[in-house]
């Protein structure tokens, strides 16, 4: 089989009060607070309109805003980019939101605009929306950052002309705790994805 | 009335996150869907829940909302005559 | 590019803890669907698919002595081990392991069992039952995981990451999930009717499912087999949880697994839909089967039968359609009357007998997701 290396063209992540693009800090978060309020400083910070923001759980608006992060100086993926996204908790934030509307029989109201994100892959959908990707959608998840099934998984889609474009990462969300990490591996670029790479750069 | 009807925006505001939008801008007659406050499908769901939480209201079929939700002014009245808390 | 085939399956549901069962209670229009009275799950009755406590209790009980896994577990390992047995050559720790579910243990939240709740508690509980080196992969992307979790194992086994990869996957009937569509008005209130005029929304049920998925065949016994020729996912790119009015991803995915199969429309000779039977959903279904060319073939929803079982569903609906594409039968659309979507696809009314050579199998879900996939039937 034809091997073909692939590149790491760029990368996020949202950790420790920071946004960082391709090692530059973006963003740097002084206040001490919520996650909630932390990503809406991010949405200020990087001057986006765009008020159905508002409107999304905080694990789709961390994996939102890694994706504006992302591409906010990168030429514009077209719509056969896939979308590979994983963590541990998956919507467990918002499923426990859920779960207290419903605890008591009494005061009984679970909240549609809340159960609509008790699904992980809700956060693939926004990104969809927002960039028009039309292509592979895949949530997984795992323990912890797996970057083997990450770089096999976009390698394969890239291979296979299922994708023209990986945006493949993390975007974990737990009790206030985050930690996203996103790469758009492509043709483009001078870093070679390998297993080793997207780790490094994960826990950079 | 304008207390309630004023109530209705406040809580709609917070209720479907419009963080962007202040009591002022909304107008008692424009319309929440569409055009208007640009309300979707959840929203309008999210306002079956407001209605049966805070006024004793549940609508007996959904589709009711379609027109109850026109603006804050018709939801206003029919919150007036028909709220049992 | 390599073949990849689906070798054998088995199914843990209201209508059978066997696939033999589940079909002949499909060709006798059983459904699993009654009134439910249980108020740990919903105050008032109402109509869904549940799995017998005790008939599932007296099975696990066969199978292992130990009590402490869950519900769902047992469902789950159950449907495994059944394809185990029934396959003494298939050796699980040499087999990629891939897990489709939306909620897993969601109801051990209400419990305060938050550490069950976590998906990759469920994979440590199957990967420590049958001691497997590696975690098994989860997928969780809403009511299409069963769907995608065949097209990846397929991607997988073409990639050379495995040879064999056994797909299972499962969700409940819970309170969790129950409580959420009743907030969307999504709940019929009676047993689903997809693609009907009268309809008024979905059923939820539960199952859990396995198949195994290979690069080759192993079994010399049989002279036909079905092989997953095309798949594709899509994304509306639209809304989170309004279907598209245009039917975009579903159509999108549909043509790129055609393209992949390297069939048109006219090749396929049946349809197994999504078909929740909410008034969006059908419709947006019909407008995907209207675009691409597929109006006239026969098709039909299980969730009469089954009800919704979310990140089972689609996996479990794969496994019929694959042993209703070998008998050439086709049960019909439980629950169909009159056809009440814009466009006028074939709707099947009774059980018949069709010559199949290409099924189409169709999920979408919220987020947008959807997913096609083509399987043909090959002599061997």
Known sequence: MMVEDYKITSFCSIKDNKVIVDNKVLYVHEEQGTVKEFTKAIYKSLGIKYPKFYKMDTLCKLGFLATEALLRNAEKPDNQTALVLSNRSSS??????HQESIANKEDYFPSPAVFVYTLPNIVLGEISIRHQFKGENAFFVSEQFDAKLLTDYSRLLLDTNKASNVICGWVNLDSNKYDVFLAIISRKGNTILTEEQLNKLYHT | MADLQLELKEKIIEQLSLEDIEVSDIDDNDPLFGDGLGLDSIDALELIVLLEKDYGIKLKDPKEGKAIFESIGVMAAYIENNRTK | MKSVYIVDDSIISPLGFSVEENLQNLKNN???????????????????????????????????????????????????????????????????????????????????????????????????????????????????????????????IQAGHYEDVIVVGGDLLSEFTLSGFFSFQAVSPKPCKPFSKNRTGISLGEAAAATWISGSIKNTNISEVVEVVGEASANDANHISGPSRTGEGLYLSIQRALDEAKVSASDIDYISAHGTATPFNDEMESIAFSRSGLEDIPVNSLKGYYGHTLGASALLETIIAKHHLLANEVVCSLGFDELGVSYPIDVIKKNKAIAMQHVLKTASGFGGCNVALVLKKVSI
């Open chain 3, 30 to 156: 059983t459904t699993g669907i009654v009134e439910v009275k249980d108020t740990s799950i919903h105050t008032d009755s109402f109509y869904g698919g549940l799995i017998d406590e005790k008939r599932l209790t007296d099975a696990w009980d066969a199978l292992s002595e130990i009590a402490s896994y869950t519900k769902l577990e047992k469902m789950m390992l159950l449907a495994m081990q059944r394809l185990l047995d029934k396959n003494p050559q298939l050796d699980i720790t040499r087999c990629g392991v891939l897990i489709s579910t939306t909620k897993g243990n969601i109801d051990q939240l209400k419990e305060n069992n938050t550490d069950r709740a976590y998906l990759d508690t469920l994979a440590s509980a199957i990967q420590q039952f049958y001691k497997l080196g590696n975690s098994p992969t989860i997928i969780s992307n809403a009511c299409i995981s069963g769907g995608l979790a065949i097209a990846i194992a397929k991607r997988m």
């Open chain 1, 92 to 97: 467990l934030a918002t499923d426990r939101i």
